[in-house]
């Protein structure tokens, strides 16, 4: 079946650490996007990539770091830079050709700081 | 700037029962989409519906429906005859044609209780 698959579904990281969250989709989309969500809060950008080898920070990109070296893949390091990283993480990405399409999202990696 | 409101921070229905989640958006682009997505608890956003902003017609789907009105920068989500798999967040999006970006308002967590 088609779809984004984020991994892993909860993961731990020790103070300091960077760690890295998976983000792979079979959907042939061009553009992908990393938000953080907080509770009661909306999602918020945090790096978004249009094609291959090429992405933008979006509103808080501030200790993360992302790579997108093939089409299906675009990993989200956080590093230890980032100083508040526990929340819940979601993947999405689109089609690239017209901006009158919707995203699809994964189904979340909750990160948490122990 | 760009901005999405959803005053309604938590509603709580009794099943049957009609309920409007209220979404009120700000933009000086013309053109512009908007978009509803629900997350239940298992956490991956579901897309639900996408008006662009030369599209003012509502629009009905089941029990779902939506009215978008450009003068009062409004797109209201009414559930008719709520159930409880109706439970969950929800959120209004907004993006604007010159941009790739994804705006979230800070959604409505609806709890539709038997």
């Known amino acids: 079946d088609g779809g984004i698959t984020q991994s892993p579904k909860y993961l731990f990281r020790k103070e300091g650490q960077n760690v890295t969250l998976s983000c792979e989709q079979n959907l042939n989309h061009d553009a992908m996007y990393w938000y953080r969500q907080d509770p009661g809060q909306g999602l918020r950008l945090i790096y978004y990539s249009q094609i291959v080898n090429d992405f933008q920070k979006g509103d808080i990109a501030e200790g993360y770091s992302v790579s997108r070296e093939k089409k299906e893949s675009f990993p989200l390091t956080v590093t230890s830079a980032q100083k508040n990283p526990t929340a819940f993480y979601l993947c999405?990405?689109?089609?690239?050709?017209?901006?009158?399409?919707?995203?699809?999202f994964g189904q979340g990696t909750r990160l948490t700081v122990v | 700037a760009q901005k999405v409101t959803q005053a309604q921070t938590e509603i709580s229905v009794v099943e049957k029962e009609d309920v409007t989640l209220d979404c009120v958006y700000e933009t000086r682009d013309t053109t512009y989409y908007l978009f509803w997505y629900k997350q239940p608890p298992s956490g991956e956003l579901v897309f639900l519906i996408r008006?662009?902003?030369?599209?003012?017609q509502n629009e009905i789907s089941g029990r779902y429906s939506w009215n978008f009105q450009k003068s009062t920068s409004s797109f209201n989500f009414t559930i008719t005859a709520s159930q409880v798999v109706d439970s969950a967040v929800y959120f209004c999006a907004l993006r604007m044609d010159s941009s790739y970006k994804l705006i979230f308002g800070s959604g409505t967590r609806l709890l539709v209780r038997p």
């Open positions: 008006r662009n902003s030369f599209d003012e």
């Open positions: 999405a990405s689109r089609p690239g050709t017209g901006l009158n399409t919707e995203a699809f």
